[in-house]
């Protein structure tokens, strides 16, 4: 982003120069008009800088020039000089979309603070519409499966080639992983995007019910069937059932389901009925389903039957070069859930992160994202540093630099290395060292391309 611009409008001279002066001196990128014209041209909705304009001038007056200014973008800060005798006028327009208003007379320190504030407004609200642009331009899949390690984009492209069959899914994963996010991706990049998407945990709900929450009941089935229910498997009629934590399914259980993934029917509970079902069924487990079949905890042929197309999400531990990135989008995430602004992450803060184990996963890193936004992560990255060696501490802090930029700059070896002000083959060696891949290919597959 370039340096940001103050476009300061004032018809007095000796004022005008004043004010100049001092922001200039305050570091701040000054522009001067002696009235409105002109003015305008600089403006746009990608501008990254503020509009200071005194209300009082002669021909087109401020408050003219803030309406003109807001047309083109209603985000963009407009900062009004004012007298004494305009204050009740300035409220108005603030009422109006004017950022903040200043009164005659006041020190440049003063004003050059509002501006300040106003330029990390600006900041914000441009980078959130670069972000948004940026999610824009990428397929659904790369906006809900973030991350440009190899296991990311593997995952990413077997799951763009299942999403549009009607084949079932079986998903390993670890807790927090993502496993229901790789489900609705299936779901949602499929042609039953339009049909319902019907998550169960398996794990979650108690034997005597499970069966009818999937199956449905007949009125008087059974004591307090007042009324007959439609299951969770009928009502998906037409999109699709995700289960997940099957490895918690009783097993008694497991041999009705079998029989439904087979025939494509149900049977109300209380009823001889076949209903036919268009579903296509996922299954989601943390546990090696196999193994769980030796010990007699799982049925072997519904392992056998779910274990025709398998997908494996990586922990997180085995992608850290996708945090930085991950990162980046959890807070952006946690900031239009919360309404606050993201506080700037260094990058020591983000070496830290990539150091640690994630247990958790995804989820948990999304915590950390929600702690950070609220500004309750401050002290963390301390206690990550706590018992590791200086080398342990520099080299984690130059991975992380390297990822993050690889991150900023999509990719891209050339602007990285040049970024950097590194040598190709130095950047090309540090990435071996550390194990960050770009896209998927190797660092030998990506330096000419970028050329």
Not at 34 to 43: E, I, K, P, R
Not at 370 to 385: H, K, N, Q, S
Not at 427 to 433: A, N, Q
Request: proline share 4%.
């Amino acid at each position: 982003m370039d340096k940001a611009r103050v476009l300061l409008v004032d018809d007095e001279p000796d004022l005008r120069e004043a004010l100049s002066e001092g922001l200039e001196l305050a570091g701040h990128c000054v522009s001067t008009f002696s009235g409105a014209s002109g003015v305008v041209g600089h403006l746009g909705r990608d501008f990254y800088g503020v509009l200071v304009t005194d209300i009082r001038m002669p021909q087109s007056d401020g408050l003219e020039l803030m309406r003109k200014a807001l047309e083109i973008d209603a985000a963009l800060p407009v900062i009004l000089i004012t007298g004494h005798g305009d204050v009740p006028l300035a409220v108005q327009a603030m009422r109006a979309g004017a950022y903040d208003f200043i009164e005659k007379p006041f020190p440049v320190n003063r004003l050059s603070t509002v501006i300040e504030r106003a330029l990390e407004k600006r900041r914000l609200v441009l980078e959130n519409r670069a972000l948004r642009e940026q999610l824009a331009d990428r397929s659904g899949m790369e906006g809900r499966l973030v991350g440009r390690s190899p296991p990311m984009e593997r995952l990413r492209s077997l799951v763009g080639a299942l999403a549009g069959t009607d084949a079932d899914v079986l998903i390993i994963g670890e807790t927090g992983a993502g496993k229901e996010v790789v489900a609705r991706a299936l779901h949602e990049e499929g042609h039953r995007r339009n049909g319902p998407f019907v998550a169960l945990n398996c794990g979650g709900l108690p034997a005597e019910i499970i069966e009818s929450e999937l199956f449905g009941h007949e009125k008087g089935a059974f004591t307090g069937a007042a009324r007959q229910r439609i299951g969770k498997l009928e009502h998906a009629h037409g999109g699709t059932v995700f289960l997940d934590e099957i490895e918690s399914m009783p097993l008694d259980l497991q041999v009705k389901l079998l029989r439904v993934i087979e025939t494509r029917s149900i049977e109300r509970l209380g009823s001889n009925a076949s209903i036919p079902l268009d579903v296509r069924f996922l299954a989601a487990t943390k546990e090696d389903l196999e193994a769980a079949g030796n010990s007699g905890r799982f049925r072997k042929d519904l392992f056998y039957r779910l274990n025709v197309v398998t997908l494996e999400i990586p922990p997180l531990r085995a992608r850290k070069e996708d945090i930085p990135l991950l990162f980046h989008h959890l807070t952006r995430e946690a900031r239009a859930r919360y309404r606050r602004e993201i506080p700037d992450a260094s990058t020591t803060y983000i070496a830290t992160l990539m150091a640690r184990d994630w247990p958790g996963n995804v989820r948990e890193l999304r915590n950390v994202a929600d702690r950070f936004v609220l500004g309750l992560e401050a002290l963390d990255p301390l206690e990550a540093e706590v018992g590791r060696s200086l080398s342990e501490r520099v080299a984690a802090y130059e991975k992380a630099v390297i990822a993050e930029e690889l991150a900023r700059n999509e990719g891209s070896l050339k602007a990285t290395y040049e970024g950097l002000g590194l040598s190709r083959k130095a950047l090309y060696e540090k990435i071996r060292r550390h194990g960050l891949e770009r896209d998927g290919a190797s660092v030998e597959d990506g330096g000419a391309a970028d050329i």
